[in-house]
Every structure is written in C-alpha cells, then in structure tokens.
C-alpha cells in the first residue's frame, strides 16, 4: 500500500506532462486545415489579380532534378499526384499535359515561359501550374529528401500564388528518446511531400476565405519535422544566421511595392545546382514581404536566355540592364551572388554564400552582405537549435538575409 | 644562476617567442602625395592565387568587396562587370596589368583606381599535432590617372597559437579568419 502511493507521486509528474504533450498536439492539429473529399464552396468572390483558388485546374510538372545526381523523380511525383488527390485538388491528366510539353519541347520543368503558361492554360484549361525540385534525396541509412515547390498563376505574367520548401533528415529533429526517427526513405518522402501538399491546401484555402490576394500563401512553412507551421510576417528569424556583415544601403522606401528579380548564383562551390537552389530559397523568402513582388524564376530565365546572357564571373551591371528594361520584365531590384559552399551530403550541413542586389534607378549596388554558417554553430548543449539539413540551413540564412535587407 | 631564478627565465622566454608563434605580420605603402579623398569608385580585379585552395582567391575577393563597400567611402564596380571589361580588354598577365590596361579597365568602368590581389596562403597549417587556418593577402591599388600604385598592404592572420599548441581546437574557421585579413587591410587603407 506504501509502496503503491509513492510510486503514484512519482507517477503523477509523468501523467501532467503527458497531458500537457497530448493538448500541445492537439492544439497544434487545430490550426491545420484537414484534408476533405472535395474542393469546398468558395465563400467569397476570387480575389482580383492572379491568384489560383483552391477547386481550380492545376497543372503538375514532371520534377525538376537538382540533386546533381539520379533520383527517383517518378516516385516523387506519384506520391505527390496521390497527395493532392488526398486533397481533391482538380489536377490536368497526364497525356494532355504530355501532349503540350511535346509540342513546346518542354525539357526543364523548373520554370516555364509566358507561351507556354499561356499555351498550357488555352490548350489544357489549367489556371495555375505547380513546378517542384528535388534538391536532395539520399537513401542510405538515415535517408534525407529537400524539396521546394511553387505554384504559379498563369496569367499575363505569371505571377507565384505560393511556394514553400521542405528539408528533413531521417535521423535529424528525432524528439523525445529518438521516437521520431525515420529510417525508410519512402515513408520519409511521403512525410516531405505532405507537407508541402498541407501547406499548398492550407494557403489556398485561407486565401480564398479571406479573399485577399497572395499574402496569406506566404506564412505557412514546413519545419523540421515535417509539420506545417503558420508563422506571422512580422516574425523574426534567428539571429545566428543574419548577414555577419549587414552591409550597404537598406531599401528604405516603405511605401513603394518593389519588383524584384533573382538571377541563379554564380555556383564556385562542389555541390551542383547550388546556384539555382540558392536562387530558389532567396525566391521563397522575398514572396513573404509584402513589400515586394517576385518574379518568377522561369521568366528570368527565360529573359537570360533570349539576351543571350551568361553570368561567368558573378553581378553585372548587364544582368541588371536586361532583367530591369521595360521590354523585359521591368525589374526594380535583382539579386544575384556568389555560391561559394553548399554542403548538403551526411555530417554538418555548412552554407556559404555573398549576396548582391542591384538597383533599377540608381544602376548601382546597393547591397551586399556575406552570410555562411553551419548546423552546429551557436550550438552549446545537447544539440538544442541544430540544424540538419542544408535546405534548413539556406532558408534559414537567405530568410535572415532578406531580413536585413528590410531593416 | 640559482635554481629558483631558472623557471621565472624559461617563463620569460616563453612570453617572448608567444608573437613569433602566432603569424601577425604587417606591411604597408600609402603614397604620400595621393588625396584619397578624390576616389569614389574603384575596379577590385581578380586576385592571383597562389594557394592550393582551388577558389581561395574568389573567396578574398568577395569578402574585400563587400566590405570595403560596406564602408560607404568606397563604390566597388560589381564582378560580374569587371570581368566584362577585362574580357573587351584582352588578356592581363598573371603578374598583372599593364599602365595601358589599367587605363583602359578604369575607363571601360568609370573607375578611379584598380586594385589588385594576391593571396598567399589560405588554409590550414600544421606545426606538430597543432593545427589552424591562416590566411595571407597582399593587395595594391593603382590610381586610374597616373597609372602609379598609390597603395600598398598585406597582411596575414590565423595560424596556430599557443593556446592552440597546448589545448588543440584546430583555430578559428576560415571565413572568421578571412574577414580578419580584410578588417586588417581595410584599417591600413583608411588609416
């Protein structure tokens, strides 16, 4: 009888904090949209501009491959058509799409033209098209996969409704005697790809409530574990990876709306396409100031290509000329930089790179700043703020650096 | 002698070899008759590499670059449009430009002066079972309307320490190491 009461004392710390776990859990449930069975009634009339409501055709892109290596992209893209079914989303079958990607010799699938968003939607009838890239997916062990994701409105430009990215690491954020551990990279893809597909739903869904344009599509996020966060704009990110030097002149016009464009790196480091996956994270931090308007990705591309211009040495002043030209796209402000580390493979993730941003009026630089760091930096104890992945890592920096930029 | 003086002299000895153990060392030119005050753009070209480290000198270049605009007395032509002149320019040799092409890149990029580089040492060096990163860079400016070298710096940081030496540690990162180097040249160009 003694022995049962003291081992209830004990035992009651364990219960509190279990219950506490089980409310925290379910509080954290509440504040995500759940899947139905089909796209809801619109509450409200679309939102002027060129936002995509949930409910509307969406073309899916095969994935784009940045992993520099062979990766199963089939499969990702499987389990992603699966979980926007889950959803209900109304996605454009694959042979009309086949179709229209043989006619326009479609082969890089991270980023389209304005013909060919104009072609997919007269052609398939699709309002917004979602491009995804693999950056990373290891098997071995404890497997690893990054992906970043964007729908674009096609419109006249196409304009991004919403983007998100996802990096997670099987043996990274484990919790609680490592119960998180996830050791079969399909389970850990299907997590990844969950995320995203959560995240795409929720934005669209609270958009389309509120009836405002793209700004609700820009707080949602992915964390370390999978798990959709919904974070306020006016949240800071850690100080640990801000610029070392925040550098140059701050945009200080608040009350101009900024059109802002992001060249690839110039890529000096070993990993490939570090340049372009750099450009991708710096795209997904910029859409959440709603200060600014981001380009996409696929139309400087496609600008670069038509000018026929090469960045071989870093920013130049012709970038910005062709990018910033009203022919073109009209661009007040283009960021560009320099790669210099983006090591992304097992051990410390460790990123490196200097940030340009070049000026419309002025035709000048006016801001440059240098940001590096690793998973392990600022940490002292038990792992606490470790950072597992690469893809965390550049979010994490190109958020503090846009960051600074703003100040 | 006394045997109780012996330790207090192996002490002193000690403190005495402590800075010539760790690599600081310093180097400087300034032209005397050069108004410093008169620049405001400069061209920071390419800087030779004579390190095993295959990007070591695009790594110091960027980081003097950003830095030295960082300071606001200075406007640095971006790279992407410094490599654009030096390819309308045709080829500068490794030991670098000539009066002529200096003339000519500052013309080409509406610079007051050239400054170039060399970096000497970038990466780890090993004394023993100790070992730190030490970076070593030699920088001059060239001023646009004499052709001349107005200015002239090196300096090198890191390497391995005593602390290193007696507790291990590897020294400090590369970067931490490198921005060192760069606050070092750029004190000795706005002294």
């Known amino acids: ?407 | 002698m006394t045997a109780k003086q012996r330790p207090l002299n192996r002490i002193l000895m000690t403190l005495a070899l402590i800075p010539l153990v760790s690599c600081v060392s310093d180097d400087v030119f300034t032209e005397p008759n050069m108004d410093f005050g008169s620049l405001r753009a400069v061209a920071v070209l390419p800087f030779n590499n004579f390190t095993a480290e295959e990007f070591a000198s695009a790594r110091v270049r960027d980081a003097f670059s950003t830095m030295l605009l960082a300071t606001g007395a200075l406007y640095v032509i971006p790279p992407g449009e410094v490599a654009r002149a030096m390819g309308a320019i045709g080829r500068i040799p490794r030991e670098g430009p000539s009066s002529e092409q200096i003339k000519q890149l500052a013309d080409a990029l509406d610079a007051d002066a050239i400054i170039t580089g060399v970096v000497l040492e970038y990466g780890p060096v090993r004394s023993g079972s100790a070992s730190a990163n030490v970076v070593s860079v030699s920088l001059q400016m060239i001023e646009k309307a004499s052709g001349m070298v107005v200015w002239s710096a090196s300096s090198t940081r890191g390497g391995i320490t005593v602390w290193d030496r007696l507790f291990g540690g590897g020294g400090e990162p590369m970067n931490a190491v490198t921005e060192k180097v760069v606050n070092d040249l750029l004190d000795k160009l706005f002294d």
Not at chain 1, 114 to 119: C, E, H, T
Not at chain 1, 201 to 206: I, K, N, R
Not at chain 1, 332 to 353: A, C, E, R, T
């Open chain 1, 1 to 407: 009888m003694i022995s049962w009461t003291s081992s209830s004392i004990s035992i009651r710390p364990v219960w509190g904090l279990l219950a506490l776990l089980a409310l925290l859990s379910l509080s954290s449930c509440a504040s995500r949209p759940e899947p139905s069975d089909g796209p809801p009634e619109p509450q409200l009339p679309p939102p002027a501009g060129q936002a995509v409501n949930y409910g509307d055709l969406i073309a899916v892109l095969p994935i784009s491959n940045l992993t520099g290596t062979s990766a199963p992209l089939r499969a990702v893209e499987k389990v992603l058509r699966a979980q926007l079914a889950r959803w209900g989303f109304r996605i454009v079958d694959a042979d009309s799409l086949a179709k229209v990607m043989d006619r326009y010799r479609i082969r890089d699938t991270g980023g389209l033209s304005p013909g060919v968003f104009r072609a997919l939607r007269e052609e398939t009838g699709a309002v917004g098209v979602l491009m995804t890239s693999l950056e990373v997916f290891y098997e071995d062990r404890f497997p690893r996969i990054s992906l970043m994701s964007r729908l674009v409105a096609g419109g006249d430009p196409p304009e991004i409704a919403w983007m998100s990215g996802v990096g997670l690491a099987g043996d990274g954020d484990v919790g609680l005697l490592a119960l998180g551990r996830v050791g079969d990279p399909d389970a850990l893809m299907e997590i990844a790809v969950r995320c995203l597909v959560d995240s795409l739903a929720g934005s669209l869904t609270e958009t389309q409530a509120l009836g405002s344009s793209a700004s609700h599509n820009r707080m949602s996020e992915c964390d370390s574990r999978g798990e959709v966060v919904y974070s306020s704009p006016e949240a800071n990110g850690k100080r640990r990876f801000r610029p070392r030097k925040p550098l140059g002149s701050p945009i200080t016009d608040v009350n101009r709306r900024y059109s802002v464009a992001v060249i690839p790196f110039l890529n000096l480091s070993q990993r490939r396409n570090a340049g372009r996956i750099l450009e991708l994270h710096f795209v997904n931090q910029l859409l959440r100031n709603e200060s600014l308007s981001v380009v996409d990705p696929g139309l400087v591309r496609q600008e670069l290509l038509a000018n026929r211009v090469v960045m071989a040495a870093g920013p130049s002043l012709e970038n910005a000329r062709v990018l910033s030209s009203d022919e073109s796209l009209g661009a007040d402000l283009i960021f560009s930089g320099v790669v210099f580390d983006y090591q992304d493979g097992y051990g410390i993730p460790k990123v490196d790179f200097s940030l340009t941003v070049i000026e419309k009026e002025s035709h000048k630089v006016v801001w440059s700043s240098r940001s590096y760091s690793t998973g392990t930096e600022g940490v002292l104890f038990f792992d606490l703020g470790r950072v597992y992945t690469a893809h965390q890592l550049a979010a994490e920096m190109a958020r503090g650096a846009t960051e600074a930029l703003s100040r």
